[in-house]
């Protein structure tokens, strides 16, 4: 009837070891380590949905009140309790006046006449109200002229202006300055209340505060108001290249938006000037900046510049970054309005930049920054409630520490539970190496099931459902990431009940694999210098906490008590990876409506997929220990489905009025293409519309215009004989995404200042070379490409030689624009040939005219086309031309 164990003699009827040797105390105790291992117990499963709501809970209460959170608005009664406070309502009431000017573009009388007058009428209040005894205020309007390379483009200006106050302690024993800069211009149709009238109206009250009151200073403040930084990022080159003071600029906070109030983040520092960091660090009343958005801005994952590129390539200055992000959708439209700004951003905006300004104007390292450039900085705040910074290498230090820890306490483990649970030692490596696979298939499944969600929802044109409502994210990524995390481990639980490991022991080794994962990506990073490898370090090192504690206390060989360590653990981490979740999610979700060339459900859905890559493989796998885990678990997968089919549905359509709208460019446009240099050699003219969608539907609209109206897409025929399709592109951007723009065959623009060209000259200077002399007129904004023809070969010019000298493919293009003075543009173009046959034509030119200002010049049958355009899509449209000839 009974079967004798080896070990321990035998067994009575109820299954309990019979002690045939009362001398043997340990067979107990052995005997008592190995039930462990069968030990499958689980928890109920109507546990689970009180577990994944805890998860949630902690998002909508902690998280995303934490990423919001603003100091309430100070009042103008505050400043008689507060001296030398910011007032934000004064910096409120200051935008709303400078809002009512209206759009301020670049030639505009708005930007060059009223807004100018506006801000010298602030300061002049500020001067006569300062305190005389203690600085010397001087205020000066730049008038420059210039070119310089940006981008692929030579960006031409003339006569741009920008408005400049110097603030300088008396006595000052110090010509080094720190320079705060901020832009008043706008983009066409935009009152520029976000972008960056608010930045603006914070200097000034700033600059009041600060000569209002007693403030300690060592170094002199130059506040630069620039009014062209839409043009783009004119005024900042007119300045640090030719005012006088830019000289003795040592370091630089850039102020500027891409979309309306909010926390403003600080995305760019240095570079390699740490310093910098550690006042900002030590100073900023509300801090939000991290290494993470540097990294993304820096290879080009923003599509944006500031102004901040300009101070650093030109200036060769180090400084601060920092940018309102929140609401990103109203960014460079009409609803970029005043009302829609959140009151206390003033404030918080208002409270960082006053004290960041006082103590980088006492800061001894701006005598000579040089001195101190000693490396990059690893930066984050954690909810905003603290920040941390510190030295590169001493994250790389840290990093390589913890890395060193992860493997030794996996293998202290595996050691122990060999002890606790008399399995041979080898026999528990193998299974790890057996979870550890799993894993690494599950990580591979899930970062699959996402990448292959985001190339089909692309190729079926389902793209951006998330655009207008980001809840759909969740289930069309993270979903699908935990499902794939989840199901592998689920099943295979499931199917080893009477072998191997206990559940909770298994659980615990699967969750130290991806640890191990994460560690091997980490030293990865760490050898490539990616400063971000810090986010990877902290559910790394909380993880290995956790599992010290649970062997500590012995609590990892019980059933369920090694959960509690380890959820309390996670809780930091999973509220920090969702706090950065939902800042990327902020900042970059409305930038998608602006990015045609790219799969936007590829960056959304990837970085979905690396931040689940951190945050649940430590929590999904708990999952496994209610009842009908893989029910429970496929629950995810039943979700993306459901998702992907409202994807198809209206409640996928994007884009919603007012609020997150899809974006157009529209010209209406005169062409003329000649045969030569002549007015008699016009080859063909037309007329028409010119459409750039700007994002990734860019067919969005053919039911809307082309289906029972009058209008019609014409072919592209001219992209084979035209420069640039015959297409009267705006700036550099629009290159990239002309291949989405098409042409709408209609009447004729007014005709209003449009460009003409002149041939000055043109001599031989030896029978390979010859210089033309050429001189275009037109509106204040003009784009001009050259285009070599046969061997001929553009060898200098009047601007400068930097793209020539890189070698950048022709056509050549040049965007010209000024402000207060409508001088024709003059310039020199040589070319050279291997021959000296020069019969034929030399170079091919278009020149597109602009009129992106004064809607007076548009004609009804204009306005009647913008109409056609539905509520939820924004067109910024003017009037303007296209020629070209052959010379």
Not at 387 to 407: K, Q, R, S, W
Not at 589 to 598: A, D, F, I, V, W
């Amino acid at each position: 009837m009974f079967s004798r164990c080896v070990k321990c003699g035998g067994c009575n009827n109820n299954g309990n070891i019979v002690e045939k040797n009362s001398g043997n105390d340990n067979m107990n105790s052995k005997y008592e380590n190995m039930k462990i291992i069968y030990n499958r117990s689980k928890i109920g499963w109507y546990w689970a949905p009180l577990f994944v709501a805890f998860w949630f809970l902690l998002y909508y209460l902690v998280v995303m009140p934490s990423f919001h959170s603003m100091p309430p608005l100070k009042t103008l009664d505050d400043e008689l309790s507060q001296p030398g406070q910011f007032i934000g309502e004064r910096a409120e009431s200051t935008l709303l006046k400078l809002t009512k000017i209206g759009p301020k573009v670049v030639g505009s009388a708005a930007n060059e006449q009223v807004a100018v007058q506006f801000l010298l009428s602030e300061i002049s209040d500020i001067i006569d109200d300062s305190r005389d005894d203690l600085y010397d205020i001087e205020k000066d309007v730049q008038i420059a002229s210039g070119n310089y390379l940006l981008w692929s483009m030579v960006n031409v200006y003339q006569s741009v202006q920008n408005v400049v106050v110097k603030v300088s302690p008396k006595n000052a024993t110090s010509s080094a300055a720190l320079l705060i800069n901020s832009h008043f211009d706008s983009v066409p149709g935009s009152s520029g209340a976000g972008d960056s009238g608010m930045m603006c109206v914070i200097m000034l009250e700033v600059l009041r505060v600060i000569t209002k009151h007693e403030t300690p200073l060592t170094y002199s403040l130059i506040f630069l108001f620039n009014g062209a930084e839409e043009n783009p990022l004119q005024g900042s080159h007119a300045f640090i290249t030719q005012h006088p003071w830019a000289p003795n600029v040592r370091a630089v906070v850039n102020l500027d938006s891409a979309g309306s109030g909010g926390r403003e983040i600080l995305f760019q520092s240095g570079p390699d000037h740490p310093w910098l960091m550690k006042y900002y660090g030590n100073h900023a009343a509300h801090p939000f900046a991290s290494t993470i958005g540097e990294e993304l801005f820096q290879n080009g994952f923003i599509p944006s510049e500031t102004d901040y590129r300009i101070f650093r390539d030109f200036g060769k200055i180090p400084g601060l970054d920092m940018a309102h992000v929140s609401n990103g959708y109203v960014y460079h439209t009409k609803f970029d309005r005043f009302n829609i700004i959140p009151r206390r951003t003033y404030q918080l905006t208002g409270d960082n930049l006053l004290a960041i300004v006082k103590a980088l104007g006492n800061a001894p390292e701006l005598e000579d920054p040089a001195k101190y450039a000693e490396g990059h900085m690893i930066f984050f705040d954690v909810l905003g409630w603290f920040f941390i910074y510190y030295p590169e290498d001493v994250g790389f230090i840290i990093n390589i520490c913890i890395c060193a820890l992860v493997p030794i306490t996996i293998v202290a483990y595996i050691w122990s539970m060999a002890s606790n649970t008399g399995m041979f030692r080898r026999r528990i490596f193998a299974k790890f190496g057996i979870l550890a696979a799993i894993q690494l298939c599950g990580v591979v499944l899930s970062m699959g099931l996402a990448i292959a969600i985001a190339f089909f929802l692309d190729a079926v044109g389902l793209s951006m459902s998330w655009f207008s409502q980001t809840w759909m994210i969740f289930g069309l990524y993270f979903c699908p990431m935990f499902f794939g995390l989840g199901i592998l481990p689920a099943i295979y639980f499931s199917r080893t009940k009477e072998h191997g490991l206990p559940l909770g022991y298994g659980i615990q080794l699967l969750m130290h694999s991806h640890c191990l994962i994460l560690t091997l990506l980490m030293v990865v990073m760490l050898c490539y210098n990616v400063r971000s490898a810090f986010i990877l370090l902290i559910c790394i090192c909380f993880y290995t906490i956790s599992v010290l504690i649970n062997m500590a206390t012995c609590a990892h060989k019980t059933n369920f008590l090694w959960l509690i360590p380890h959820c309390i653990c996670q809780i930091l981490p999973f509220m920090f990876y969702a706090y950065c979740c939902y800042a990327f999610y902020i900042v970059f979700t409305p930038m998608q409506g602006r990015e045609s060339s790219s799969n936007p459900e590829l960056l959304i859905g990837g970085y979905t997929a690396v931040f689940c890559l951190l945050l649940s493989p430590f929590l999904v796998p708990l999952l496994c220990l209610f009842r009908k885990s893989k029910t429970i678990i496929s629950l995810f997968g039943v979700c993306t489905v459901i998702f992907i089919i409202l994807a198809a549905t209206p409640v996928g359509f994007p884009y919603v009025e007012k609020t997150a709208v899809q974006r157009f460019f529209s010209v209406h446009t005169a062409r003329t293409f000649h045969n030569g240099d002549a007015a008699a050699s016009v080859n063909h003219t037309d007329s028409g519309y010119y459409v750039m969608p700007v994002d990734r539907h860019p067919k969005s609209l053919d039911n809307i215009l082309f289906e029972n109206t009058e209008y019609s897409r014409a072919n592209r025929s001219e992209c084979d004989t035209e420069i640039m399709c015959g297409f009267p592109l705006y700036s550099t951007r629009w290159v990239k995404a002309m291949p989405n723009g098409f042409w709408i065959p209609g009447p004729e623009p007014n005709k209003y200042y449009m460009p003409e060209l002149t041939i000055i000259s043109k001599e031989s200077t030896s029978d390979t070379n010859i210089i033309f002399t050429l001189e275009i007129t037109g509106p204040d904004h003009t784009s001009i490409f050259i285009q070599p023809l046969d061997d001929a070969k553009l060898v200098d010019w009047t601007f400068t030689r930097e793209p020539l000298d890189m070698g950048l493919p022709p056509p050549h293009y040049i965007y010209w624009s000024y402000a207060l003075d409508p001088t024709p543009l003059r310039f020199n173009l040589e070319f050279e040939r291997e021959s000296p046959d020069w019969s034929g034509s030399t170079f091919r030119m278009a020149v597109m005219g602009h009129r992106i200002h004064d809607d007076m010049y548009i004609e009804e049958d204009y306005r009647e086309f913008l109409a056609k355009f539905p509520s939820w899509a924004h067109v910024n449209g003017w009037i303007g031309s296209y020629t070209s000839w052959q010379l």
